[in-house]
Each structure stands twice: as structure tokens, then as C-alpha cells.
T-cell receptor
């Protein structure tokens, strides 16, 4: 059974810092890995999709990497802004997405 | 292009009742998945539909069911509601079924069971 773990569970940093969120999964037989953000009481916004044959994807200030052999992914956020405050969720896809519990991120102005 | 829409956005029911939630996918998307989000368990996969057929099902009791219509819209039904069914129910759509396609989520339906 696939298990996804996200570390840290919570993170608070000053504005402008670069930061890394971690995601690990137990079964490397995945089709893809997707990073989402969720604002309080809202649905999920897709940030980046990395297909199993890819190593990384970039969108603006976000960069996500995937290492299937070690079962790890990282989400790098450059020059963080208060608007980046949200819960970030990692999910791996096979038959239905399996989600981690998320990292609750607070960017202090 | 309009995103995934879910109705209703909020719902309050009492134990023992049943409820039906609706999801309209992004235009052109034919696969719809449903997820339950609770503070304790996080996000859990309920089921996935493609071409009006259930392709995959998560580990939930038979009280949870769904269906998909020919226009790809989907509904999920929960019968004999329990307090533990209180959750945010999220619908996601994708172009194709299975894992490889990017999934796009709706705003969710917040169900409260009293």
C-alpha cells in the first residue's frame, strides 16, 4: 500500500527566504507526482505535475524534483512571499492519487 | 475555460439521512475522481469514473457510491449518514483515466452531519 510522508508538517519563515518542502513515498510504481496548494477551506490548486519519466518541473518561482529510485520529491520555492502561505500537498498517482498530510507554510511579512 | 464545479458548496444533514453531491468536470475531461478530506485522515481517494464506469475504488464502505453520466458529470451518494462522514468532499477531473493525467480539483462540498 502506497504511503506518502511530508516533512516538515509546518514551517514558518520570513518573507524573501528560499525554502524546500519534502515528500517521500514508499512504492516507486507511480505514474506521476503532483504538488498542490490548498488555502483554508478551499479546494486544491495544482502547482506542478512531474511524470514518472521526468526528473523535474519548473513554474515561475517553483521547482519540483522527482527521484523515483529513492522515493523522494522536493518542492523548492524561491524568494517566498506572504501570498505563498498555504498548505502544500504532495500526491502520487497510480489508481487514484495518494496524498501526504501536507506542509502548513506561513510566510511572515 | 471554466474549472471543476461542485454543488452544493455546503450541506448540513442529520445522522441516518442520505446525501447526493454533484460534480461537473472541466469541458473535455472525461475522468472524474472523488476524494474525502478530514482533519484526521487527510485526503483519501473514494472512486474514479470514466465513460460512465467505475474504474477504481478506495477503501470506503458500500454506503459511498457514485455514478457518471454521458456528459461526464458525476454524482456521489452517501447513504445512512454517520457523524464521521462530516468532511470536505472534493471532486477532480482529468483528460484520461488512471494516474498519468494531471488532476484538477473543484472547490469542494463541505458536509456536516449532526
Amino acid at each position: 500500500k502506497q504511503e506518502v510522508t511530508q516533512i516538515p508538517a509546518a514551517l514558518s519563515v520570513p518573507e524573501g527566504e528560499n525554502l524546500v518542502l519534502n515528500c517521500s513515498f514508499t512504492d516507486s510504481a507511480i505514474y506521476n507526482l503532483q504538488w498542490f496548494r490548498q488555502d483554508p477551506g478551499k479546494g486544491l490548486t495544482s502547482l506542478l505535475l512531474i511524470q514518472s519519466s521526468q526528473r523535474e518541473q519548473t513554474s515561475g518561482r517553483l521547482n519540483a524534483s522527482l527521484d523515483k529510485s529513492s522515493g523522494r520529491s522536493t518542492l523548492y520555492i524561491a524568494a517566498s512571499q506572504p501570498g505563498d502561505s498555504a498548505t502544500y500537498l504532495c500526491a502520487v498517482g497510480a489508481d487514484g492519487l495518494t496524498f501526504g498530510k501536507g506542509t502548513h507554510l506561513i510566510i511572515q511579512p | 475555460k471554466a474549472g471543476v464545479t461542485q454543488t452544493p458548496r455546503y450541506l448540513i444533514k442529520t445522522r441516518g439521512q442520505q446525501v447526493t453531491l454533484s460534480c461537473s468536470p472541466i469541458s473535455g475531461h472525461r475522468s472524474v475522481s472523488w476524494y474525502q478530506q478530514t482533519p484526521g485522515q487527510g485526503l483519501q481517494f473514494l472512486f474514479e469514473y470514466f465513460s460512465e464506469t467505475q474504474r477504481n475504488k478506495g477503501n470506503f464502505p458500500g454506503r459511498f457510491s457514485g455514478r457518471q453520466f454521458s456528459n461526464s458529470r458525476s454524482e456521489m451518494n452517501v447513504s445512512t449518514l454517520e457523524l464521521g462522514d462530516s468532511a470536505l468532499y472534493l471532486c477532480a477531473s482529468s483528460l484520461a483515466p488512471g494516474g498519468p493525467s494531471e488532476q484538477f480539483f473543484g472547490p469542494g462540498t463541505r458536509l456536516t452531519v449532526l
